[in-house]
């Protein structure tokens, strides 16, 4: 349980966010303004130009910056990054037997990913295909360097 909350659930959770939260009308950190009561000139705005109301809710511009720019940073993955599976020295262990069930487990992890590929271009898994065409990545046990939305890193550094 404790590798899967600070690995796979941690990542899932991490790495994700960027991708909904990182466009502000999405996810607006706060509103500014509580919902107008019927009959004041708030509400009367609202009814005929929704859309200006709602962007008066908007944190100010320097705010929305800062959590955006914290988002982002949470969510990208370091050039050196270590993923689930992976070790930065071949020599960790010299027991044979941990070297092997090492070996199984990141043949199991690569089997994943190849798996979730597969299922991204199922057309009949309509959960996986929809007018957008956006892959699931979340639970893809490695990354590229960036912001991606995908990879379960090592070890979990917040």
Partial sequence: MIVCLSSAC?????YGQYS?????????SISLR???????????????????????TFTPQLQTLLGMASIEI???HPVDELYLGQRDNPEWTTDANMLQISEDFRKKLEGIEKRIIKMNKDEKLKNRVGPSKVPYTLLYPSSEPGLTG?????????
Avoid: C, Q, W
Avoid at 150 to 158: E, L, R, T, Y
């Fill in 10 to 14: 941690h990542a899932a959770i991490n």
């Fill in 34 to 56: 509580f919902m107008p009561e019927e009959g004041t000139p708030e509400y009367e705005e609202l009814k005929t130009n929704p859309d200006k109301a709602f962007l008066k």
């Fill in 20 to 28: 909904i939260g990182g466009y502000v009308p999405n996810r607006p």
């Fill in 150 to 158: 995908k990879g379960i890193p090592n070890s979990v550094n917040i």
């Fill in 74 to 76: 949470l969510s990208r």
